[in-house]
């Protein structure tokens, strides 16, 4: 079974940065692609960002290519989340997941197998 835990969410002005985290259990995540999702109050979840098993390939949503970066360390089973210049409309619950059945980097939540419990941003004006 595999369980993923965020960490790292917090309140934070903006132009200022954070770097959320994701542990993952199991013996997949080396081969899992991994994604991170936000959800904001009364909208849906959308993509954010997501990387190769390798950790080679990473895709991004236009609303955060440039700011944030997304990176894996197979080795401690984590995935990372660097977020920068942090705007007040990046405020939301952040997702991390897993998809098992590797291929495409997808950008529907439906794709992924496992989620971890979210991490809050909040970023103020």
């Known amino acids: 079974q595999v369980q993923l835990v965020e960490s790292g969410g917090g309140l934070v002005q903006a132009g200022g940065s954070l770097r959320l985290s994701c542990a993952a259990s199991?013996?997949?995540?080396?081969?899992?692609?991994m994604g991170w999702f936000r959800q904001a109050p009364g909208k849906e979840r959308e993509f954010v960002a997501a990387?190769?098993?390798?950790?080679?390939?990473?895709r991004y949503a236009d609303s955060v290519k440039g700011r944030f970066t997304i990176s894996r360390d197979n080795a401690k089973n984590t995935v990372y989340l660097q977020m920068n210049s942090l705007k007040p409309e990046d405020t939301a619950v952040y997702y991390c997941?897993?998809?098992?059945?590797?291929?495409?980097?997808?950008?529907?939540?439906?794709?992924?197998?496992?989620w971890g419990q979210g991490t809050q941003v909040t970023v103020s004006s």
């Open positions: 997941a897993q998809d098992n059945g590797g291929g495409l980097m997808s950008t529907r939540p439906a794709r992924y197998d496992y």
């Open positions: 199991g013996r997949t995540f080396s081969s899992s692609i």
């Open positions: 990387i190769s098993q390798s950790g080679g390939t990473t």
